[in-house]
Nanobody, 122 residues
């Protein structure tokens, strides 16, 4: 069992930056593929980024490529999402998730956090 807690969301102006964190419980954090997903009001949840167990393989959604950076610190059981050049369309609840599979598909993620709100507005 893994428990995930996101933090770092908030209100930011367009062009600004935020850093999200996802803290995981348990001693087996390093075996999980970790991912970030987001869900805007009235829209389906969408993939943002994923990082494999060792951190060697990383994938991003096209909409965030070049602006967002995913990383993980297995010693601290924590994953991060650095978000730069934020746009109003990045406004959503951001969720972190853990999977025992090498995947980017949300249905294959086994554990989810409660989400943190990111609002990009002037």
């Amino acid at each position: 069992q893994v428990q995930l807690v996101e933090s770092g969301g908030g209100l930011v102006q367009p062009g600004g930056s935020l850093r999200l964190s996802c803290a995981a419980s348990g001693r087996t954090f390093s075996i999980y593929t970790m991912g970030w997903f987001r869900q805007a009001p009235g829209k389906e949840r969408e993939f943002v980024a994923v990082i494999r167990r060792s951190g060697g393989l990383i994938y991003y959604a096209d909409s965030v490529k070049g602006r967002f950076t995913i990383s993980r610190d297995n010693a601290k059981n924590t994953m991060y999402l650095q978000m730069n050049s934020l746009k109003p369309e990045d406004t959503a609840v951001y969720y972190c998730a853990a999977s025992r599979s090498d995947t980017q598909t949300s249905s294959r993620f086994d554990y989810w956090g409660q989400g943190t709100q990111v609002t990009v507005s002037s």
